[in-house]
């Protein structure tokens, strides 16, 4: 699979991944800050909406079971990270 598509495939698992908190997906939120893929291995970067979220490690791993899941996916991580902060702003129009 070309890493475009692969690229596009983790996005697409990590929509399935819902914050419990707000009822909405992972890429809606914005809480998705990158997805980096190269030779079947995929790399997620993701933040929570506030640093000490009691659900970080659950959405962390639900994040990397829906991206291991993906055809083509061969090695899944999912890394979370406060740098910058999340901030409303990073919410997709029409999300709420």
Known sequence: MVA????????AALRG????????????????????VQDGSA?????TT????PL????RA???AAVAAVSG?????VALTW????TPDRIEAGAF
């Not at 475009?4 to 996005?11: F, G, I």
């Not at 790399?43 to 933040?47: E, F, H, I, Q």
């Not at 970080?56 to 959405?59: A, V």
């Open 17 to 36: 991944v819902v914050d419990p908190e707000t009822g909405r997906d992972l890429v809606a939120m914005g809480l998705v800050y990158d997805v980096a």
């Open 73 to 77: 996916v061969t090695r899944a991580s």
């Open 83 to 86: 740098d910058p902060p999340w």
């Open 43 to 47: 790399a997620v970067t993701l933040t």
């Open 56 to 59: 970080s490690e659950m959405l």
């Open 62 to 64: 639900g994040a990397e």
């Open 50 to 53: 506030t640093r000490g979220c």
């Open 4 to 11: 475009e598509d692969l690229r596009a495939a983790v996005l």
